[in-house]
């Protein structure tokens, strides 16, 4: 880009532009300072310069007649060759951005840059935006790709979560819909049954403390490609939902008519959750137990629930291996833990009460 100084500017600013902008002239230094503005005008066109200015009919000049030339308007009390040359130079590619611009044909510079369109757009004199208002918008931008760029892997964690909890949810509603039609809970699915029930039929099941859910026995999905229901932190085997279900009273909660048999008194679901495994007794063995003041329920039928995030790695923490998976260090019992979200546990586990079971089984006329 070559720039052509009218004569409101030193042609001792020339020289020091020839880098940056090189065969700039003055209007004077080609003969033109006689020259009426119409012809340094034309003159502009045909040897392609861009016309730097301080007087304003140049503007004018480009709101009526087609562009090129374009015109850089410089504006501002008492600026000196040094600040004009510096407005040239430390603006360089702001200044050919602005002119290659559609539609651009004069920018206006002093304390701030504006571009104005040319002729063949009348109805709208002036477009753009000052440099102060482009770095609000940057710093704008900036602020919300930092605030939404953050947050977006926590957001599919949110969304992994809550995906999750909906899925473990559905589950258990599935087993009452089971259990009222079929009179039992179904066994746990084992790792090679294909997310059947092991026993098929129920009774005494080959898992009940570690076992995978049912999925393909009550037909509920996400299934993974071997009929195991999945969570919603991803497909691989580790992210199974779990299923575990008591076997007090002989299994009767797993054996057809087995809670009718047994009678809703006599009926003592003995799975327990506790809220930390700290303290937990006897664990890995037939009287685990919650630690004092940490049972969440102590009577539940099943419990289902999700290994989490971290369901790839983790899992013998002092929390997490209480919940059966490939890593933990102790022996599958009949005490789970729901610990608080966080870095020791991230494990989902819901569970069913006693309680809710019985209600739906009387609503339906299994029990008593
Ligand atoms: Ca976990
Ligand atoms: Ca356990």
Redesign the pocket.
């Known amino acids: 880009m070559k720039l052509r100084l009218d004569e409101n500017l030193s042609r001792r600013l020339v020289p020091f532009l020839q880098t940056e902008f090189p065969d700039s002239s003055q209007v004077a230094l080609i003969g033109l300072e006689r020259a009426t503005e119409l012809e340094i005008w034309d003159y502009a066109r045909q040897h392609g310069y861009v016309i730097v200015t301080r007087d304003a009919d140049f503007e004018e000049l480009s709101t009526v007649h087609d562009c090129p030339p374009h015109v850089i308007w410089i504006r501002g009390e008492n600026m000196s060759k040094a600040t004009v040359l510096n407005l040239l130079l430390a603006n360089r590619g702001v200044i050919e951005d602005a002119l290659s611009e559609d539609g651009v044909a004069c920018i206006e510079m002093g304390k701030s840059i504006e571009m104005r369109e040319g002729s063949h757009t009348p109805e709208s004199s002036q477009r753009g935006f000052t440099l102060i208002e482009l770095a609000i918008v940057m710093f704008i931008v900036t602020l919300l790709l930092g605030g939404m760029l953050l947050p977006l892997s926590a957001q599919q964690d949110v969304r992994a979560y809550g995906d999750t909890q909906k899925i473990l949810s559905e589950a258990r509603d599935a087993l009452l819909g089971y259990a009222m039609a079929n009179d039992r809970l179904p066994c746990p699915a084992s790792s090679t049954s294909n997310g059947v029930e092991d026993p098929v039929g129920g009774g005494a099941c080959a898992h009940p403390y570690d076992g995978l859910f049912p999925a393909a026995t009550l037909g509920l999905s996400p299934v993974d490609s071997q009929g195991y229901l999945v969570d919603g932190w991803g497909s691989d085997a580790d992210n199974r939902i779990r299923f575990s279900v008591s076997t007090a009273n002989t299994s009767a909660l797993t054996t057809s008519s087995g809670m009718k048999n047994t009678g809703i008194t006599v009926l003592a679901p003995d799975l327990q959750v506790c809220s930390t495994g700290t303290g937990m007794s006897n664990a890995g063995l037939a009287t685990a137990a919650c630690a004092s003041g940490t049972a969440l329920a102590s009577d539940a039928v099943a419990v289902i629930y999700?290994?989490?995030?971290?369901?790839g790695s983790?899992?013998a923490g002092a929390e997490?291996t209480h919940?059966p998976?490939p890593r933990s260090t102790t022996t599958a019992d009949r005490v789970f833990v729901s610990a608080a979200q966080g870095s020791a546990?991230?494990?989902?586990v819901v569970w069913m009460s006693k309680s809710t079971l019985f209600n739906r089984l009387v609503t339906a006329g299994r029990l008593p």
């Not at 999700?306 to 369901?311: E, I, P, Q, R, T």
């Not at 546990?345 to 989902?348: A, E, G, T, V, Y």
């Open positions: 999700s290994l989490g995030k971290n369901a983790a899992g997490e919940n998976n546990s991230d494990d989902q």
